[in-house]
Each structure stands twice: as C-alpha cells, then as structure tokens.
C-alpha cells in the first residue's frame, strides 16, 4: 500500500453514493423496528430500567447507553422502538466515519466500500436491531480512528483535543474504548518519522480531556465500592483453569460469523504478512488500533471466555484495511461477494419466521435464533394484569434478566430482587434488594412452581395462579405467581 495525499475534489467525491445506501440500508432496519416484531431482551429491559433514573453510572456498565435511552424514548415514546432506534443511527454514523476515514486515507473507492460493508456486517445486522452499548462504542471509536488519521496528517493540536473528547466519551459507552488509546501508542511506538513529529503537548492534552470526560463515572465508582471495574474482572473469569483451548478455538471461529466470513479470512490474509503493512503509516495506523484489544480478546478467550460480540471495535478499523487490501489487489469482487452474502443473510434473517411457517417448518427453541426475544411481553401482560388486580403490591424475582423483562412489560410500581446470599452480583442487588423494603407485600413470579425456599420466609403466602406460556415445545415463560406477606427476612 502506498502511502499518498487524497486531494479535496477527491475528498468531496463518492459521500452522495455512500449516504444514499447507508440511509437506505438504515430505514429499512427503522421500518423492520417499527413493526415490533421481538421483544425487549433482558439486557435491553434493563438498560432501560437504567434510564428511567439517569446516573453516573451503573453496575456493569458505564451510564452513556442508559443516557441515549432516555433521550430517544424522550422523542420517540418506550415502546420497543422508542427504546432500539438508537442502534441503527449509530451504526449509521459509524458507516459514514469510514467513508471519511477510507477516503481521506485511500481515496472515495475505498471509502464507499469500507462504508457499504460495515454496514451490511453480520454483527452490524444484529446489533441494528438491539440495543446495547456496542453501537455507541463503535461509533466513538470510528470518531477516534478519523481523527487520528488527521492529526498524523497534519499534525495540528486541535485534533488532539478531539481525539481526549471522542475518547473520554467512549469510555462512558464502555471500558474497551480504554484500548484505543494504547493502539494509537502503538503506532507511534512503530512510526519514527511521525513520532518526530510529535510534541508532549498534544498527547498529554487528550489524555486530560479523556480523563475529564471519564471522571464522573470514575467518582461513581468511588462511592459504590468499583463495583463496575468488579463486574468487568468477573466477566474475565480468569480464576478457573489456566487454559481453556476450546473455548479460545471457539471465540476465533465466532469471529467469521462476527465480521463475515470472507472479510475475516481477507483479514487473516492480509496479517499473514505484516511487512508490508507495517512499512505503510496508513495500514499500520489501522493495524496498531487493533492488535492491543485483539490480543487482550484471544488472551481471555483462550484463558476464561470472551464473548463474541467483545472483538466488535477490532472490526471499525479492519473494515477499512480489508477494503484497501483487496481493492489494491484487484480483488473488489470478493468484496461484493461478501455484501451480497451479508445482504441475503440479512434478508433471511428479517423473514425467519415467515419463511419457516411458509415452508411449514415447525422451529423449536433450537432452532429460532430469535428465541431471547420471544415470550416476554406476554408473560408481562399477565403479570401486570394480576399486579393490577393487587394494587400496591410489588414485584419480586429471583433471576435478574426476568425482573429487568418484566419490569419493561408488565411496569409494576416497585420490585425487589430475592437475594438471599446478601452478596452484589448484579443491579438488582444494588439497587432493589428485599432487604430494603421488608415490609411490603409481593407478587412472587417464579418459573418454580414449588419455591419452597421463598414460601417460608413469609407469614402468609396465597397462590396467584400462572402466567405467560409455552412459546415452543421446548421454551417455556411459564411463571408462578404468588401474593406474598410478612416477610420474616432472609434465614442466613
């Protein structure tokens, strides 16, 4: 790849082209949104749970997610769509970035293509459609990857200023955006002439601004014990045995399903030969953003577990170098090939359901990969309708995706958590646990129809009866419902 100057007539070309199909691609997820074909997931309930109380912070997460939820369901109301619309006009943004970024660094070509892809990728696709910190995250980091390229262009001050405030920001989408950071020190670490010329000043300047911008989350941990930073180590699991080859050997495969399959192996391909990606500053740029979070990921995962979607940043900048890789390689073709593939899985995807009900495929909990979407918002009706029957009464679950779910569909006045361990494992048990309110009256709903554990530990118990049910013959939301009063406290 070799290293040259985009002039402005090229700078303005190919950004009609690349906002057209990405607004395209973006209202068709809007439009499948707006149809309120799946139900809020646990995580998604309980982001949302977050922002009806908008703080500095959260127990696993940082508070930017809970922060954008509260803005958009401000607009667009909380229903299902109100609460999701966020994602697809990040990842929307987040497209747009690459145009600039695979532009400025390679020209319009490969800025349309870096665009188009991202995208259409299988995990842009999925998390279109939810809502999570990830499109936040990645947005923030494409800012970051964009300012970058210009500051080592131009080596002007002010984008240094930008880069501390994308940064500080994008730690409050989540800690991973920590990395992007080190991989910016990376490349100066490989890059001699551009680290001539740099001055102190620039770089202590972002990190201050960084730091500024992360403080308030910073303080909020400092007044709860860090129980975010404990979340994040626990997640990492790195107690259990000292290497797990299976599970790393599984976190590498997920990762064609994560950016596709054949941008992946064109990714494999290109970091076969280091070389002459190391003696460009661009491919190296983008290479150096990368590796640290890549390395951190395949070590957890070869040591604990890592989550499949964790490697999504690595792909802000990948995306870019594998476009470049195969265009300069006349190999474009293949870059089509994976749209299209990424497009028609896509296509699938939207019409699951209707496709296997036409076909008269009857699926199974094993076979719907939308089965975590499904279920809940009856199940939440027929709670609501019993806590309605029972006015003043609370919520109380022992599962903490169930009380988050439940919370959104069937909006009970107040809830608790059942947390008998005294032990904070989660938010619920930070924020809502029985222990605060022992002399309210409950509505029990436990998938348990004989929850002896918790029956005995109230002076009177009256069954309810049940709600939700089977969604397929082997997934059930069936839950127990109970009045529960006179709590005796936990027997510990």
């Not at 800012?143 to 501390?164: D, H, K, M, N, P």
């Not at 080859?245 to 054949?262: D, R």
């Not at 290479?287 to 989550?307: C, E, G, I, T, Y």
Request: glycine share 8%; aromatic share 12%.
């Amino acid at each position: 790849m070799t290293s040259a100057r985009v002039s402005l007539p090229a700078a303005s070309a190919g950004f009609g082209a690349a906002l057209l199909i990405v607004a395209a691609v973006t209202l068709a997820r809007l439009v499948f949104l707006g149809l309120d074909r799946f139900d809020l997931s646990g995580d998604e309930a309980q982001y949302w749970v977050w922002s009806l109380d908008p703080a500095l912070g959260y127990y696993s997460k940082p508070p930017l997610v809970a922060w954008i939820i509260w803005a958009s369901t401000l607009t667009f109301g909380d229903a299902t769509f109100g609460v999701r619309v966020a994602s697809p006009l990040a990842h929307a943004a987040t497209a747009l970035l690459l145009f600039a970024t695979g532009r400025r660094l390679y020209g319009p070509t490969v800025g349309l293509w870096a665009a188009i892809l991202y995208v259409t990728l299988p995990a842009v696709l999925v998390s279109s459609l939810l809502i999570s910190t990830d499109p936040f995250l990645l947005v923030l980091w494409a800012a970051s990857l964009y300012f970058s390229v210009v500051l080592v262009e131009t080596g002007e001050e002010r984008w240094w200023v930008a880069l501390g405030l994308v940064v500080g920001l994008g730690t409050l989408a989540k800690y991973a955006m920590a990395m992007f950071p080190v991989g910016l020190a990376l490349f100066f670490m490989l890059s001699p002439a551009e680290r001539r010329r740099l001055s102190w000043r620039g770089p202590a300047l972002a990190l201050v601004l960084a730091f500024l911008c992360y403080l308030p989350n910073l303080i909020w941990n400092l007044e709860h014990g860090f129980v975010s930073y404990k979340h994040t180590a626990d997640n990492a699991n790195l107690a259990g045995a000292l290497v797990r080859p299976f599970k790393g050997i599984e976190f590498l495969a997920s990762q064609f399903g994560v950016f596709g399959p054949i941008p992946f192996a064109l990714l494999l391909v290109a970091l076969a030969r280091p070389r002459p990606l190391i003696a460009d500053w661009r491919s190296r740029l983008l290479v150096s953003v990368l590796l640290p979070l890549a390395a951190m990921m395949v070590v957890v995962a070869f040591l604990s577990r890592a989550n499949a979607n964790w490697s999504a940043p690595l792909y802000v900048s990948a995306t870019v170098l594998v476009v470049a890789w195969a265009i300069e390689r006349g190999r474009a073709w293949l870059l089509g090939v994976a749209i299209a593939m990424h497009l028609a899985v896509a296509g699938i995807a939207a019409g699951y359901h209707d496709l296997a009900r036409i076909a008269g495929i009857e699926l199974s909990g094993r076979t719907d990969p939308f089965k975590r979407l499904l279920g809940w918002r009856a199940l939440g009706d027929g709670v609501g309708n019993v806590l309605d029957r029972h006015p003043g009464t609370a919520l109380l679950m022992e599962d903490r995706m169930d009380l988050a779910t439940m919370i959104y569909w069937a909006r009970p006045p107040a809830w608790a958590k059942w947390s008998p361990s005294g032990r904070i494992r989660d938010h619920w048990d930070l924020t809502a646990n029985l222990d605060r309110m022992p002399s309210a009256r409950f509505i029990l709903a436990t998938p348990n129809p004989k929850p002896d554990d918790i029956l005995g530990r109230f002076d009177k118990v009256t069954t309810l009866g049940t709600a939700g049910g089977r969604v397929y013959r082997d997934l059930d939301r069936t839950h127990h419902l109970f009045l529960l009063e006179g709590f005796k406290g936990y027997a510990r």
